[in-house]
């Protein structure tokens, strides 16, 4: 199916451990994006991609890392996985133009114990 | 500092009636302010854009209305339906940040039949 898909849609790990999130797009968008959703914040930025090899970091990239070496492909990492980064993640693409209307995946939900 | 502020959690409305959800910023360098919808357990779709050198944007049920000189914008529903029950995202991006997009914390509509 065409689309934007993210992998796991659960997850449950433990402080300290290294956690990826898969993001995975069919329509060779250029621009791709991490967001994670908590109540009261509503969605922050935690990185962007431009493009393959080009990323750049959000509002709240600490304690994150990304790569894109394919433009299909946007993995994100927790290096070590703290509590306060239990959350809803999603992943988002969309084409170059400026106008902000993003696909969204159907989110990844992260729970760290 | 948000950017972007929701500031009704919640919103019930009756089928029929007119649902009227709002959204205030801060940054005057926005130039495209977006309304998402989201479901429980999907990823946020969006609903309906207007750039900032126009007041209003009409599409079907959905209206937004943008008041630049007050930093403020609405969106209208009508007539509500029960289907329309979901969590409604403000966003705004500015046309240099490559589609970059501030969410408001969002409002969770409730429409009762």
């Known amino acids: 199916d065409a689309g934007i898909t993210q992998s796991p849609r659960y997850k449950i790990t433990e402080t300290g451990r290294q956690v990826t999130l898969m993001c995975h797009q069919t329509?060779?968008?250029?621009?791709m994006f991490w967001y994670r959703q908590d109540l009261g914040h509503g969605l922050r930025l935690i990185y962007y991609s431009a493009a393959a090899d080009i990323t750049d970091k959000g509002e709240v990239s600490d304690g994150y890392v990304v790569s894109r070496s394919k433009t299909e492909n946007f993995p994100l990492t927790l290096e070590s996985a703290t509590r306060s980064q239990t959350s809803v993640y999603f992943c988002?693409?969309?084409?170059?133009?400026?106008?902000?209307?993003?696909?969204f995946g159907e989110g990844s939900r992260l729970t760290v114990l | 500092d948000q950017q972007v502020k929701q500031n009704s959690p919640s919103l019930s409305v009756q089928e029929g009636r007119i649902s009227i959800l709002n959204c205030d910023y801060t940054?005057?360098?926005?130039?495209?302010f977006l309304w998402y919808k989201k479901y429980p357990a999907e990823g946020p779709t969006f609903l309906i854009s207007?750039?900032?050198?126009?007041d209003k944007n009409e599409d079907g049920r959905f209206t937004v209305f943008l008041n630049k000189s007050a930093k403020h914008l609405s969106l209208h529903i009508v007539p509500s339906q029960p289907g329309d029950s979901a969590v409604y995202f403000c966003?705004?991006?500015?046309?240099?940040?490559?589609?970059?997009?501030?969410f408001g914390a969002g409002t969770i509509l409730r429409v009762k039949s």
């Open positions: 940054n005057s360098m926005f130039d495209y």
């Open positions: 966003a705004a991006v500015a046309n240099w940040s490559g589609n970059k997009l501030v």
């Open positions: 988002a693409s969309c084409v170059a133009k400026n106008t902000g209307e993003l696909f």
């Open positions: 329509w060779s968008h250029s621009y």
């Open positions: 207007i750039s900032s050198i126009k």
